[in-house]
C-alpha cells in the first residue's frame, strides 16, 4: 500500500546557498524532504525543516516561493556552478504539480549560470525542451545504486524504477545534452558485487555517458535507517577492513569502465573533471 505523503508550504529566505561541493559553487533545493525514502541518504542529517527530517519520506516541505527569491538574487550573484539539487530529488512526483524545478533551472540558465541536475525521476524528460536550449550549460544526472529490484525496493521504496531512470536519461542524451550516470552510493554486501557494479556501467555504455561513483558514508539518520533494516552499520564504517574492501571495489569499477570505454570519476576526485571541463588541460597538467 503506497504511503500517504503530507505536503506542506513553507517560506524560503534563499534560494542560492554555497555548496560543500568543491565542484559546484551553489546549491539550489526547491523541496525539504523526499518521496523516494531512500534509507542511505545523507540529506537527513542537512535537511532544516524539522517536519521533513524526523518524517523522512512522509513529508516534504515545498519552499513555494523560492522562484521569485531566486530572480531577485540572479541580479547580484556571481556567476557559477549550481547544483539543482544537493538534499532533495529536484523531480520528485510533487514537481509535476509545483514545477519549481524546472522554473529555477530556465532562470539559472537564461542568467548565465551552469545548472548541474540530479535525480532519480524520469519527469526530467518534461523539461527537455529547457535543457536542450542550453546543451553548454546544463548537465543531467540520474542516480542507478542497482538494476537489482529486490536491492532497489530495500533502500529505494518510494523511488521510481531504475530501468524508468535509464530510459529517461537516455531519451535526454539523444536530444544533445550532457548526462551522466550516479553509481551509488556503494553498499558494502547490497550492490558491491562486480556482477551488480557491471549492469549499471553495461547501461553507462549503451547510452554513451558517464559514471561517477562512490562509497555509503554514514551519517546518523541514514545510519538508523539503515540498522532498522537489519544490516550491520558497522559494514560501513572506516576501518582498515572495509578500507580494503572499498579499495578493492573501486579497483573493480575502474577495471570494467575501462573495458567497455565508459568515462569514471570517483566522486571526492570530481572538481578535477570539471575544473578540467572548465579550464583545459592546462589546469589538469597542473592537478596535484
Same mark, same amino acid.
Given at each position: 500500500?503506497?504511503?500517504?505523503?503530507?505536503?506542506? +508550504?513553507v517560506t524560503?529566505?534563499?534560494? %542560492?546557498?554555497?555548496? /560543500?561541493?568543491?565542484?559546484?559553487?551553489y =546549491?539550489?533545493?526547491?523541496?525539504m524532504?523526499?518521496?523516494?525514502s531512500?534509507?542511505?541518504?545523507?540529506a537527513?542529517?542537512?535537511?532544516?525543516?524539522?517536519?521533513?527530517?524526523d518524517? *523522512?519520506?512522509?513529508t516534504? =516541505?515545498?519552499r513555494?516561493?523560492?522562484?521569485?527569491?531566486?530572480?531577485?538574487?540572479?541580479?547580484?550573484a556571481r556567476?557559477?556552478?549550481?547544483g539543482?539539487?544537493?538534499?532533495t530529488?529536484p523531480? $520528485?512526483?510533487?514537481?509535476?504539480?509545483?514545477?519549481?524545478?524546472r522554473?529555477?533551472?530556465?532562470i539559472?540558465? +537564461?542568467?548565465?549560470?551552469?545548472?548541474?541536475?540530479?535525480?532519480? !525521476?524520469?519527469i526530467?524528460v518534461?523539461?527537455?525542451?529547457i @535543457?536542450?536550449?542550453?546543451?553548454r550549460?546544463?548537465?543531467?544526472?540520474?542516480t542507478?545504486?542497482?538494476?537489482?529490484?529486490?536491492?532497489?525496493? %530495500?533502500?529505494?521504496p518510494?523511488?521510481?524504477?531504475? =530501468?524508468s531512470? %535509464?530510459?529517461? %536519461?537516455?531519451?535526454?542524451?539523444?536530444h /544533445?545534452?550532457?548526462t *551522466?550516470?550516479f553509481?551509488?552510493?556503494i @553498499?558494502? /554486501?547490497?550492490?558491491d558485487a562486480?556482477?551488480?557494479i /557491471?549492469?549499471?556501467?553495461?547501461?553507462?555504455g549503451?547510452?554513451g555517458?558517464r559514471?561517477i561513483y562512490d562509497?555509503?558514508q554514514?551519517?546518523?539518520?541514514s545510519?538508523?535507517l539503515?540498522?532498522?533494516m537489519g544490516?550491520?552499520?558497522?559494514?560501513?564504517?572506516?576501518?582498515p577492513?572495509n578500507?580494503?574492501? *572499498? $579499495?578493492?571495489?573501486?579497483?573493480?569499477i575502474?577495471s570494467?569502465?575501462d !573495458?567497455?570505454?565508459?568515462t569514471?570519476?570517483y566522486?571526492? &576526485?570530481? *572538481?578535477?573533471? &570539471?575544473?578540467?571541463v572548465?579550464?583545459g588541460s592546462?589546469? $589538469?597538467?597542473?592537478?596535484?
Open positions: 500500500m503506497a504511503r500517504k505523503i503530507n505536503i506542506i +508550504e524560503a529566505k534563499s534560494a %542560492l546557498s554555497k555548496s /560543500g561541493l568543491p565542484e559546484l559553487d =546549491a539550489l533545493n526547491p523541496y524532504g523526499c518521496m523516494h531512500c534509507v542511505y541518504c545523507f537527513i542529517d542537512f535537511t532544516s525543516n524539522t517536519q521533513a527530517r518524517d *523522512w519520506g512522509g516534504v =516541505a515545498v513555494a516561493n523560492i522562484i521569485d527569491v531566486l530572480k531577485r538574487e540572479v541580479r547580484t556567476r557559477g556552478i549550481v539543482v539539487s544537493t538534499i530529488d523531480y $520528485q512526483a510533487i514537481e509535476g504539480r509545483y514545477m519549481l524545478t522554473n529555477a533551472v530556465k539559472l540558465a +537564461e542568467n548565465g549560470f551552469r545548472v548541474s541536475i540530479q535525480t532519480k !525521476s524520469p526530467v518534461r523539461d527537455v525542451d @535543457l536542450r536550449q542550453h546543451p550549460s546544463i548537465d543531467v544526472g540520474m542507478v545504486t542497482t538494476m537489482d529490484s529486490k536491492a532497489w525496493r %530495500l533502500v529505494e518510494g523511488s521510481p524504477s531504475p =530501468a531512470r %535509464l530510459n529517461a %536519461l537516455s531519451s535526454i542524451q539523444s /544533445g545534452v550532457k *551522466w550516470i553509481l551509488g552510493p @553498499l558494502k /554486501g547490497l550492490n562486480r556482477e551488480s /557491471g549492469r549499471v556501467i553495461e547501461e553507462a549503451k547510452i555517458t559514471i562509497r555509503y554514514p551519517y546518523k539518520g545510519s538508523e539503515i540498522k532498522g544490516l550491520n552499520i558497522s559494514d560501513f564504517s572506516r576501518t577492513e578500507d580494503r574492501w *572499498w $579499495q578493492s571495489t573501486r579497483n573493480t575502474e570494467l569502465c !573495458s567497455i570505454g565508459v569514471c570519476t566522486q571526492p &576526485e570530481e *572538481w578535477k573533471y &570539471e575544473r578540467n572548465n579550464y592546462i589546469f $589538469q597538467d597542473n592537478l596535484p
